[in-house]
Structures are given as structure tokens and as C-alpha cells.
């Protein structure tokens, strides 16, 4: 099993982090490759179960089910149903953990999946950098002060 995880820290609080990745079809708002998304059958963006159906600016498309939320904790899990990587059984997090030296937010964004043994360090690479790095870089440019 392939595994992915990225860190890193926000220079905003993490209520006003989670506010902004908390709903599940606000990938649009903030994350720089995604285009456009919408919950399938109008079901509420932030019930466990609700598929996120979603494009990428190259147009691909991505649908994902959420399968945790927590705004205690300040987690997501969901997984990919459909995906044009050649990959199955991928689960990810997303988590905040509030840095109160600084009033900054510890962000981690970690997966496990299943791939052709010869793709996953290229796999990686490409979720780990492309997308949660990515989506990283732009909440600090969007929240940072």
C-alpha cells in the first residue's frame, strides 16, 4: 500500500483555516487545480456519505465520498470513487492542529492507496506535491498575514 503525507504550517488560526477547507464541495474556493464542484443528488456538503463530483482545471474529472468531518477535531476523511489515476482503495486526511505559539495552524494531509508497484514514487510525487502541497502553498498565500 502507497503512502502520502505532507505538513505543513498555516500563518492563520486554525477556526479561520477550517473555515475555509471544512466544506466539502469549497475545493474551488482554495485549492489552485480544482474548477469546479457540486454534491451529487443536493445532499448537504458536510454529511458523512456525500459524493463530491468535481473537475480539475484540465479538465478531469473526480468523484470522492466523505467519509469523516469533525469540527472538534478539524479533520476530513474521504475516499476516491472514481479518478483518472491509476490507483484504488485511496483514503486521505486532512487535519488541523491549532499552533498557539504564533496563533497558527499545523496542517497534514496524508493517503493510503493501492497502484502498480512501478507508479507509486511517481503517484506520490503527484498527490503528495501536486496536490497537498499545492492546495497548502495556497491557503498561506490566501490566509497568510
Known sequence: MARVYVSSVI???VARVWARIRDFNGLPSWHP???ESRIENGEP???VGCVRDFRLRNGERIRERLLGLSDY???CTYSILESPMP???YVAT?????VTDGDRT???WSAE???DPAREAELVNQIGQGVFQAGFDALKRQLGS
Do not use: K
Not at 486532512?94 to 491549532?98: N, S
Open 11 to 13: 500563518p492563520a488560526p
Open 33 to 35: 487545480a480544482i474548477a
Open 45 to 47: 456538503a458536510d454529511r
Open 73 to 75: 477535531e478539524y479533520f
Open 87 to 89: 490507483l484504488s482503495d
Open 94 to 98: 486532512l487535519r488541523l492542529t491549532p
Open 106 to 108: 499545523f496542517a497534514e
Open 113 to 115: 492507496f493501492t497502484c
